[in-house]
C-alpha cells in the first residue's frame, strides 16, 4: 500500500517493486544510498554550471586570420555543447528520482535527500556566490 502522508517506519518501497526493506539494515543501507545520490546531484550540479561557465567565457581577441562575421566560440563547439546537454540529463534524471524517492513519503527517506542536498551544496557549490557570470550586464535585461 501507498502511503499519502508522511509516516516513520522501516518498511519502505522505494522506486521499484524489489526495492523494498524490511530490515533496519536494509533501510539504513536505503537512506545512505539516498544520501549519496543527493551529494552526488549537488556535485554533477557544480560540475554542469563550471562546464557552462567555461564554455560561455568571452573568446580571445580576434586576430587578422579570424573572419569578421564568424567570430569563434568556445560555446559553439558541438562537443562540448553535446557534453552539457548529456550533463544535464543525467543530473535531471538523479533529480527526478531523488524526488520520486522522496515521494515514497518515508521521514527518513526525505530527511536523508534533504541532509545530502545541503552537505552537497555545503561541499561543492558553497563557493558559487564567489563567481558572478554576466552574460548581459545591462540592468534592465
Known amino acids: 500500500m501507498m502511503h499519502m502522508t508522511f ?3 522501516k518498511n519502505v518501497t522505494l522506486l521499484l517493486d524489489s526495492w523494498r526493506t524490511d ?5 539504513g543501507l536505503t537512506l545512505l544510498a539516498c544520501f549519496i545520490f543527493s551529494v552526488f546531484y ?3 550540479e557544480d560540475r554542469r554550471l563550471r562546464l557552462k561557465i567555461v564554455a560561455n567565457s568571452k573568446p580571445s581577441p580576434p586576430s587578422m586570420n579570424t573572419p569578421l562575421l564568424f567570430p569563434a566560440r568556445i560555446g559553439s563547439n ?3 555543447k553535446f557534453a552539457m546537454a548529456m550533463l544535464f540529463g543525467v543530473n535531471s534524471a538523479i533529480g527526478y528520482l531523488l524526488m520520486l524517492a ?3 513519503f518515508n521521514g527518513g527517506v526525505f530527511i536523508a ?3 545530502g542536498l545541503a552537505f552537497g551544496y555545503l ?3 558553497s563557493g558559487d ?3 558572478v557570470v554576466l552574460e548581459n550586464p545591462c540592468a534592465c535585461a
Open 102 to 104: 522522496v515521494m515514497s
Open 7 to 9: 509516516y516513520w517506519g
Open 129 to 131: 556566490e564567489e563567481v
Open 78 to 80: 558541438p562537443v562540448k
Open 113 to 115: 535527500v534533504i541532509l
Open 123 to 125: 561541499f561543492f557549490r
Open 42 to 44: 549537488q556535485y554533477l
Open 23 to 27: 530490515s533496519w539494515l536494509s533501510y
